[in-house]
């Protein structure tokens, strides 16, 4: 069974910065594009950025030069720093991992941006 475990959500204040972790098996890393997505109450999940196994990036417009999407191949883990946050950066933030016709994911971690 595929595992997707993320950890590193919270409660932080407006320009804030929290990073995002997915550890997964090193079959899984080695082979899969690995995400994040988010999903804020009453919207429908979002892409938020991409990395694929050689390491190009992808990133949601509205998260440019604010998210790095990153992955440490001695750890099989993919991390997502967040800086600059913002209140409508409040979401359940999930961890992805796709290949052709299989997609994984993790069970999410509450990322809330609040004074």
């Known amino acids: 069974q595929v595992q997707l475990v993320e950890s590193g959500g919270g409660l932080v204040q407006p320009g804030g910065s929290l990073r995002l972790s997915c550890a997964t098996s090193r079959v899984i890393f080695n082979i899969y594009t690995m995400a994040w997505y988010r999903q804020a109450p009453g919207k429908q999940r979002e892409l938020v950025a991409t990395i694929t196994t050689p390491g190009s990036t992808n990133y949601a417009d509205s998260v440019k030069g604010r998210f790095t999407i990153s992955r440490d191949n001695a750890k099989n883990t993919v991390y997502l720093q967040m800086n600059s946050l913002k209140p409508e950066d409040t979401a359940v933030y999930y961890c992805?991992?796709?290949?052709?016709?299989?997609?994984?994911w993790g069970q999410g971690t509450q990322v809330t941006v609040s004074s």
């Open positions: 992805n991992a796709q290949r052709g016709l299989n997609n994984f």
